[in-house]
């Protein structure tokens, strides 16, 4: 079982930026942020497959987010900029050995973090 540590979150004014920080205890295959929003589904936003670091994001955020990997460091960066209100959620960073097209899919991760809170205020 990997262990993950999110960190970085905050709150800003719309327009605004965060960076959310995904640390792992070891090396593990892809790592994706989700986010669940009060009295709303969790949602996938973003995955990193390794180590060739190719991704996929989720439509909303197209654009404005962007996911890195620091090999070295077992860590993913989420650089969120542009924050709208609807960007309010909890943050959530989660990790699986393995690839699936359906990287948006809470089943297919079995390793997850704890949360980091993300608040934009209007």
């Known amino acids: 079982q990997v262990q993950l540590v999110e960190s970085g979150g905050g709150s800003v004014q ?3 930026s965060l960076r959310l920080s995904c640390a792992a ?3 593990i295959y892809s790592i994706a942020w989700f986010r669940q929003a009060p009295g709303k589904e969790r949602e996938g936003v973003v995955v990193i497959y390794g180590p ?3 991704t996929n994001y989720a439509d909303s955020v197209k654009g ?3 996911i890195s990997r620091d090999r070295a460091k077992n860590t993913v960066y989420l650089q969120m900029n542009s924050l709208k209100p ?3 959620a909890m943050y959530y960073c989660a990790a699986s ?3 699936s097209s359906d990287w948006y899919l809470e ?3 079995n390793n997850w973090g704890q949360g980091t809170q993300v608040t934009v205020s209007s």
């Open 14 to 16: 719309a327009g605004g």
């Open 25 to 27: 205890s070891a090396y």
């Open 52 to 54: 060739g670091g190719s």
């Open 64 to 66: 404005r987010f962007t």
């Open 86 to 88: 609807e960007d309010t």
């Open 97 to 99: 050995n393995y690839y």
């Open 107 to 109: 089943s297919h991760y």
